[in-house]
């Protein structure tokens, strides 16, 4: 299993960006997928996630900013972010939680590569 993210880049502060990021490769579904975030020496920290049945929960510090979706048919999730602020500059990183079946079923978490976000003027 593989999540690829894109979306990354510069923008100014008060600007917007939309990360996505695809799962590929062979899986029974996906439960909870979500972007995390790592600023330079802070640990990595939830974003949003999502769940299966598009139940979301976001950080305090990004509500009403960022909205987080999927297409389940195209096992993708999005962030959307709006009103950048320097802040939230970090490497974003998806987050997937892949349903895997071999003899039995089993609950894998599995990370995409990163993409940097830098808001600057």
């Known amino acids: 299993v593989q999540l690829q993210a894109s979306g990354g880049g510069l923008v100014q502060p008060g600007g917007s960006l939309r990360l996505s990021c695809t799962a590929s490769g062979r899986f029974f579904s996906i439960d909870d997928m979500g972007w995390y975030r790592q600023a330079p020496g802070k640990q990595r920290d939830l974003v949003a996630s999502i769940s299966s049945g598009g139940s979301t929960r976001y950080a305090d510090s990004v509500k009403g900013r960022f909205t987080i979706s999927r297409d389940n048919a195209k096992n993708t999730v999005y962030l959307q972010m709006d009103s950048l602020k320097p802040e939230d500059t970090a490497v974003y990183y998806c987050?997937?939680?892949?349903?895997?079946?071999?003899?039995?079923?089993?609950?894998?978490?599995?990370w995409g590569q990163g993409t940097l976000v830098t808001v600057s003027s």
């Open positions: 987050n997937a939680e892949v349903i895997m079946f071999t003899t039995k079923f089993t609950r894998n978490d599995y």
